[in-house]
């Protein structure tokens, strides 16, 4: 099990940015897989986004190709979720996601982050 922080939600206009970030404080991560879910209200979460464990593979839901942007910086037990082109359907908490499987990486989960996007 790794214990993981969320960090960077907000509010952001439609059209514009917002950069996530979740760290593994003082923990080793570098052997999982690593995502980026959403639940909006009323849904069931969702992949927004995955990378492997070398950051060499990544992986996106259709709905946010070419806007999204997922990272990690094995050094500093850090993944990151780069936000752009926002539009209110984005709206949601967000949450990171560690694991054995890239597909899937939900063995455990940070507490999430409200993204909030308006019009």
């Known amino acids: 099990q790794v214990h993981l922080v969320e960090s960077g939600g907000g509010v952001g206009q439609a059209g514009g940015s917002l950069r996530l970030s979740c760290v593994a404080p003082?923990?080793?991560?570098?052997?999982?897989?690593l995502g980026w879910f959403r639940q909006a209200p009323g849904k069931e979460r969702e992949l927004v986004a995955a990378i492997n464990w070398s950051g060499s593979v990544t992986d996106y839901v259709d709905s946010v190709k070419g806007r999204f942007t997922i990272s990690r910086d094995n050094a500093k037990s850090t993944v990151f979720l780069q936000l752009n082109s926002l539009k209110p359907v984005d709206t949601a908490v967000y949450y990171c996601g560690a694991g054995r499987n890239t597909r899937n990486p939900n063995d455990c989960w940070g507490q999430g982050t409200q993204v909030t996007v308006s019009s």
């Open positions: 003082g923990q080793t991560f570098n052997t999982y897989a």
